[in-house]
């Protein structure tokens, strides 16, 4: 019968050809040559679970094209033939590093040195793997090792998958079906290599962009602006509309439906009411719409009554404006990013108004971040979360898992877990990990010993 067999971190994977009677033991040389591990040092898993090397195939419940991860034994003694791993060997953790930065195949205490002296990864962690971000927070080694052997075991079984896949298309090329999962294929690989380029041309194209708000008045009420140039007209959530006192100045003849990115519902228009800028006064109509995303943006209409000038010179937009100033009814509005300012000119007098810092904007009105490489360590792809699922909070606790508000049948499997000596807490976690699966779980938790 054909097993296959693969590294943790599945960049090296091997065939063997072997008798169901045969014992695992026995092919123990023919993986020291390929994978560079002692035999003396070999532990077989099978889904997680390690097998004796004592036992046959047949025992130890091996079949046709079952997939067998070898990982080293870390209680064997360490011997002149075992390779050196020149990812991590003398790396330094540094501040300032990237996710890209961390070396392939990172230990649990290398992985925590970085985090401790960037924390600044850990946040961008939570949002594509809230699980090992989890793990991190915890600053145990164990729990750490789990998470990283979960995420081999699964890189492992996607390029296991994905090699079946391409064996099926290479027996049958001329199918269709086939003809199209390999253009498919293709166009994937170019769009990763278009990536890969991406992030080493151009790595600020995946940075995250702070949004334009300024602070403002509107009929004597503070609310913070989003200044949108794109945006055709100013618009009000009716909530901000009425704390600022001016819902009974909607004209409902106005009523209609906004179209952009998405509908909404227009209630009306507020045709005059005060905008405090700074220390100015100006007056401004608003759009007011059935929808609470936005209390307050500062549209087009509104930076731009006549003409649009481009100023070369200085790297920034320069809009001509006619806003009903008090008492004059021009003015010049320039969006000044070298120095993150909203600049307004009156005659040949100005004044600028600061764009508000991240920590300052709020949170409801946060825009999606930019988009993001997938990130790796080592590596090894970091699954990206569910749609479905909220990333716990950086100072949040671990939560308990659905393991443990299981039935009775949950209940079993974390006490035999716990009946091998790991305590209550680490048991949970293991299976919430391995699905529920305890075979798995345990071998995991013996991994992290």
Known sequence: MQVTVTSTDGDQVAQITAEPTQQLSSVGPQLQQQFGI?????????????????????????KEDDLLVIVRNPSAAPTAARPAI???????????????????????????????KNPQLLAELQQVNPKLATALQTKSVSDVRMALMQMHMEAASRKFEEQQEIEALERNPFDAEAQAKIAERIRLSNVQKNMEIAIEEMPEAFGHVTMLYIPCEVNGT?????????AQSTI????????????????????????????????????????????????????????QGVDFLFGLDMLKRHQVCYNKCFGYRALLTDLCVYPSSWFQCCIDLSKNVLRLHEGDSFHE??????????????????????ATLGG?????????????????????????????????KIAQLVGLGFPE???????????????????LLFESM
């Open 86 to 116: 020149p990812t991590s060997a003398g790396f330094t953790a540094r501040p300032g590093m990237k996710l890209h930065e961390i070396p392939a195949n990172p230990t649990p205490e290398i992985l925590l040195d970085i985090m401790d």
């Open 353 to 374: 108004v600061s764009f508000l810092p991240e920590h300052e904007i709020p949170s409801s009105e946060n825009r999606a971040d930019s988009a993001q490489p997938p």
């Open 38 to 62: 002692p035999t003396s040092a070999q532990v077989l898993m099978l889904n997680g679970s390690p097998l004796r090397l004592d036992q046959t195939f047949e025992q130890a419940g091996v």
């Open 425 to 443: 807490q680490r048991a949970i976690q293991a299976l919430q990990t391995c699905n529920g699966n305890v075979e798995m779980a345990a071998g």
């Open 222 to 230: 503070q609310v913070k602006a989003f200044v949108d140039s794109g």
């Open 236 to 291: 009000m959530s009716s909530s901000c509309a009425e704390r600022c006192g001016i819902m009974r100045l909607v004209d409902k003849r106005f009523a209609g439906q906004a179209v952009g990115v998405g509908t909404a519902k227009i209630i009306g228009r507020v045709h005059m009411a005060p905008l405090k800028i700074g220390n100015e006064f100006y007056n401004c109509s608003f759009t007011i719409l059935d929808q």
């Open 380 to 412: 090894v792809p970091v699954p990206a979360s569910t749609p479905g699922s909220t990333p716990t909070s950086a100072a949040a606790a671990p939560q308990p898992a659905p393991a443990a508000s299981g039935g009775q049948n949950d209940q079993e």
